[in-house]
């Protein structure tokens, strides 16, 4: 192939997630990463980290604002 390539390295994603990587049985044992059902399994934990970013971004605002309020005083 032609050109810069990016992707996952097959056997760090099959340590994580094994049920995406198949074996191939040829003399090297390629590994192959299925990335069509890795993609769902990415998707939630974006979602996952996003809703814990903002909760996180939410406590901090409230915390900085009381910190302000008693600076007031």
Do not use: C, W
């Amino acid at each position: 192939m032609k050109g810069e390539q990016i992707g996952f390295i097959a056997q760090e994603v099959e340590k994580v997630l094994p049920q995406v990587v198949l074996t191939q049985n040829n003399e090297e044992k390629t590994k192959v990463i299925k990335y069509d059902e890795i993609v769902p399994v990415l998707t939630k934990a974006i979602q996952e980290l996003s809703n814990e970013n903002k909760k996180l971004h939410e406590s901090l605002e409230a915390r900085i604002k009381a910190l302000e309020m008693n600076a007031a005083k």
